[in-house]
């Protein structure tokens, strides 16, 4: 039986001045912050056995993962199933003044949260996302492979491993910035999930459960 680890990266900090769900759209990059965040996860991860680099295509993602590819000698490689999930609401803002909960001619887009009917839906996240873990653990067999990628992607393919219902409260997500989700497989079996937040202001080992647990 062969243990493989498998971690899936959330991105770090976007330059974000608007204040709007960038989602799929060009030209958004990571702030300073973020680029530190993504620093710190490299130097969380230095000294494990990665052998094995993807990113999804999106630039903050593929910058994300720039100092972990330096720091193993690694290519990055793009997986198109890594990308965040799409959103009707892409390059507006969801809360505050001017969201688009404000506005009549979205509301007919909420009707089915479990869905959800705004964007993607939750079961075509899940498949590519385990389609893409699954690829990296063949690729890192016997070893341990880094995915960078978004939050609700992340948090789906989590919930699943999890035993858990794909539709959820978005304000519940354990799943900060530069956050660590990582998934450990016995053959093609996950056999547990942990998760750890190195660029938080107190860096947290990773603690691994049981899915379930």
Known sequence: MTRTTVHLLRHGEVFNPDKVLYGRLAGFRLSEAGEAMAERAAGYLAGRDVTYLASSPLERAQQTAKPIAAE????????????????????????????????????????????????????????????AAQRARKQA??????????????????????????????????????????????????????????AGSTPNRLEEQPPGA
């Open 72 to 131: 193993f000698g690694l290519d990055v490689v793009l997986d198109e199933d890594l990308i965040e999930a799409a959103n009707a609401f892409e390059g507006k803002r969801v809360a505050g003044p001017g969201g688009v909960l404000k506005h009549p001619n979205n509301w007919s887009k909420f009707r089915n949260p479990t869905r959800p009917s705004w964007g993607e839906p939750y079961q075509q996240v899940l498949r590519r996302m385990l389609a």
């Open 141 to 198: 067999e016997g070893h341990e492979a880094v995915c960078v990628s978004h939050q609700l992607p992340i948090v789906c393919l989590r919930r699943y491993a999890e035993g858990k219902r794909l539709f959820h409260d978005p304000r519940r997500r354990q799943c900060s910035l530069a956050s660590l989700t990582s998934l450990t497989f016995e053959d093609d079996r996950i056999v547990g999930v942990g998760y750890a937040e190195p």
